[in-house]
């Protein structure tokens, strides 16, 4: 795929790690990217900026996606322009996306985004013109299997770390290496947390971290973590603390073995 330079894109999303993967699929196509990590940011460089197209995360801190897109409307309003809008969301919000839609809405994507979806967003959303796609399906899985070949053989005997998953939503090897590395760094701290908030029974907050670990695990392909992860959201919003208690202190064994599997990850990075 090729785009022309005056193709460019403002990626909002308030977890960096989402926002480095979304990077490197732009560029990947040839789409320059700005970040902006919340709605307060991504209000401000519209304002300085132009835009062909904006990719809005739905829940963040502050000024949420809805909130952020509201205000959008108004910019591009006073600027006599129309922009369009992808609302990226999770899995759980699936069930919404008519609603997003009829807010006004050009798309909603799901994460972790496939590749293959976000071009077709691309394609379908930039100046006319300014993208060409010539990259078949075999094409994609010789690339996958040339970046998976480049990864470290020890990875391949992580458990419950599903290589080509992670590969898929990062597009390379070098992007995979570098969100594992942040999702390892991760691992000690959340960890943690969550066990903290759990003893302190803030079933509110304890909700959005395991939210936060669900998109995460899933984004590198630790998609048995991914699931439990999602389990105790969906309990977290039924406040059912049976449930959590249950059932965490398996969650939390399966993300702290990470810490230890993943532990190679430093040598890589020094070498």
């Not at 990626?11 to 040839?30: E, F, W």
């Not at 394609?123 to 013109?129: A, H, I, K």
């Not at 995460?216 to 059912?240: D, P, Q, T």
């Amino acid at each position: 795929m090729e785009t022309k330079p005056q193709s460019r894109v403002l990626i909002v999303d308030d977890m960096r790690v989402n926002r480095m993967i979304l990077s490197s699929l732009l560029a990947s196509n040839g789409v320059l990217a700005d970040l902006a990590e919340s709605g307060e940011e991504c209000l401000a460089l519209c304002r300085e900026n132009r835009y062909d197209l904006i990719l809005l995360d739905h829940r963040m801190p502050g000024i949420d996606g809805v909130d952020t897109f509201v205000q959008l409307k108004e910019i591009f309003k006073e600027q006599g322009r129309e922009v369009p809008v992808v609302c990226h969301t999770v899995e759980a919000a699936r069930d919404n996306i008519n609603l997003y839609k009829a807010a006004g809405f050009a798309e909603v994507l799901i994460k972790p985004i496939q590749p293959q979806r976000l071009s077709e967003v691309l394609m379908t959303y930039l100046p006319e013109g300014s993208v060409e796609d010539h990259r078949k399906r075999d094409d994609e899985e010789m690339k996958l299997k040339e970046e998976l070949a480049k990864l470290p053989d020890w990875l391949s005997g992580v458990p419950g770390l599903d290589l080509s998953f992670g590969m898929g939503n990062c597009e390379t090897a070098d992007d995979y290496m570098d969100a594992l590395a942040v999702f390892e760094a991760s691992v000690v701290g959340k960890a943690d947390e969550i066990e903290k908030l759990l003893d302190e029974e803030d079933i509110s907050h304890y909700t959005l971290k395991v939210h936060s670990l669900k998109s995460m695990a899933r984004l590198v392909g630790a998609l048995g973590l991914s699931e439990i992860a999602a389990e105790m959201e969906a309990a977290g919003k039924e406040n059912n603390l049976r449930l959590i208690r249950e059932k965490t202190p398996k969650l939390l064994s399966m993300y702290r073995s990470y810490a230890e599997h993943l532990a190679p990850l430093a040598e890589e990075g020094d070498a």
